[in-house]
């Protein structure tokens, strides 16, 4: 079992910065992929950013590329995710998630940290 604990979220003006944090315990992180979730009031969570645990590959949702990196440090079992040019439809409660060995079905999840992009 792995257990994560976010951090980072908070106020920033739109085209801001913030770096979002996941802080792993537990299980080898290695055998995670990494993800980033996201879920603004009245919609469903969605995807924002992952990385492989097998090669590191990420991936990105369309509305975050080239604006988000998603980066993962297996030896300070942590993964980050860089937020550039913030939009105001970026706020959102942010969640970090460990698929194991990449399985979504085995999933663990963080408690969320907010981000409100807002002038």
């Known amino acids: 079992q792995v257990q994560l604990v976010e951090s980072g979220g908070g106020l920033v003006q739109p085209g801001g910065s913030l770096r979002l944090s996941c802080a792993a315990s537990?299980?080898?992180?290695?055998?995670?992929?990494m993800g980033w979730y996201r879920q603004a009031p009245g919609n469903e969570r969605e995807f924002v950013a992952s990385?492989?645990?097998?090669?590191?590959?990420?991936n990105y949702a369309d509305s975050v590329k080239g604006r988000f990196a998603i980066s993962r440090d297996n030896a300070k079992k942590t993964v980050y995710l860089q937020m550039n040019s913030l939009k105001t439809e970026d706020t959102s409660v942010y969640y970090c998630?460990?698929?194991?060995?990449?399985?979504?079905?085995?999933?663990?999840w963080g408690q969320g940290t907010q981000v409100t992009v807002s002038a």
């Open positions: 998630a460990a698929d194991l060995f990449g399985r979504t079905w085995d999933r663990h």
């Open positions: 990385a492989s645990w097998v090669n590191g590959v990420t």
């Open positions: 537990g299980r080898t992180f290695s055998d995670y992929t």
